[in-house]
């Protein structure tokens, strides 16, 4: 089992950043993809932003250009810089792990942090 721990959330006007940030721990072997997605209220959840093992990275068309996905595969960390915060931007934002064994792909989500932002 990974758990994750997510930091960062909170309230900011439009056209503010902030950075959230996960912590991985527990079974973290084999971890391949960290990211994050978002879920705005009456809205399905969306991707942000992934990072695979190999350091490529993918981005939501509506964030690219201002949101940034960092990762430390020595700590077990993915970060997320947001700029250039927009009210759209709000919403809970989950942080994303999976692991492949054995060809097996395994889904991890760590409990959400709000992101407010205000116009």
């Known amino acids: 089992q990974v758990h994750l721990v997510e930091s960062g959330g909170g309230a900011v006007q439009a056209g503010g950043s902030l950075r959230l940030s996960c912590a991985a721990s527990g079974s973290i072997f084999s971890i391949y993809t960290m990211g994050w997605y978002r879920q705005a209220p009456g809205k399905q959840r969306e991707l942000v932003a992934t990072?695979?093992?190999?350091?490529?990275?993918n981005y939501a068309d509506s964030v690219k250009g201002r949101f940034t996905i960092s990762r430390d595969n020595a700590e077990n960390t993915v970060s997320l810089q947001m700029s250039s915060l927009k009210p759209e931007d709000t919403a809970v934002y989950y942080c994303?792990?999976?692991?492949?064994?054995?060809?097996?792909?395994?889904?991890?989500w760590g409990q959400g942090t709000q992101v407010t932002v205000s116009s």
């Open positions: 994303y792990v999976n692991r492949v064994i054995a060809g097996n792909l395994y889904s991890y």
């Open positions: 990072t695979p093992s190999g350091g490529s990275t």
